[in-house]
């Protein structure tokens, strides 16, 4: 394991600005997002086809993006 590079500015910058995101409470309308999100896939599991339930988890997924982006804007 290369330590120096652990031990860079930049690794150490991008990992603070990671922690203190991590560190904000979610806003309340942001857990709604990933709570519907996991309603969303069990419903594309549903379907019949690999390709219905691979286009239904991907519409899963750009909804719920969608979701938490207006939930932290």
Do not use: K
């Amino acid at each position: 394991m290369n330590l120096v590079r652990l031990a860079s500015p930049r690794f150490l910058a991008s990992g603070l600005a990671l922690a203190s995101g991590l560190a904000v409470a979610a806003p309340l309308h942001a857990n709604n997002c990933i709570q519907s999100y996991a309603e969303c896939l069990v419903r594309a599991a549903d379907l019949q086809t690999w390709w219905q339930r691979s286009a239904a988890g991907i519409d899963c997924y750009l909804d719920t993006v969608a979701c938490v982006r207006r939930a932290y804007a």
